[in-house]
Nanobody
Framework: QVQLVESGGGSVQSGGSLRLSCVIS????????MGWFRQAPGKEREGVAG???????YYADSVKGRFTISQDRAKNTLFLQMKNLKPEDTAMYYC??????????????????????????WGQGTQVTVSS
């Protein structure tokens, strides 16, 4: 059974930093896309950053230069380093992966150029709040 568990969220002031972690268990695909996504109240879920099994990274335009995605394959952990946070970054942040079974609900993400679009494995989310 695939499980994704995020941690590291919190409340920071504008300009601050946070590092999110996502431990992924039971996921054994050699070809994959994984990433970080967020959803603010009243808004659609959107992509933030992604990484594929070739190590290529992708970012939404809104976070380029401020956020960095990375992974520790030995620890099955995905990270998101966030710097220079802005109030508009306030949202619930989720990690997700593809390759889910056909029976799983799929969320389509279209705002990260060049990255995979369909994700069925999701964590429970971690809240990030940035105050001005």
């Amino acid at each position: 059974q695939v499980q994704l568990v995020e941690s590291g969220g919190g409340s920071v002031q504008s300009g601050g930093s946070l590092r999110l972690s996502c431990v992924i268990s039971g996921y054994t695909y050699s070809s994959y896309c994984m990433g970080w996504f967020r959803q603010a109240p009243g808004k659609e879920r959107e992509g933030v950053a992604g990484i594929d099994s070739n190590g290529r990274v992708y970012y939404a335009d809104s976070v380029k230069g401020r956020f960095t995605i990375s992974q520790d394959r030995a620890k099955n952990t995905l990270f998101l380093q966030m710097k220079n946070l802005k109030p508009e970054d306030t949202a619930m942040y989720y990690c997700a992966a593809d390759n889910s079974p056909p029976s799983y609900p799929i969320v389509e993400i279209t705002n990260v150029p060049g990255f995979c679009r369909y994700f069925g494995y999701w964590g429970q989310g971690t809240q990030v709040t940035v105050s001005s």
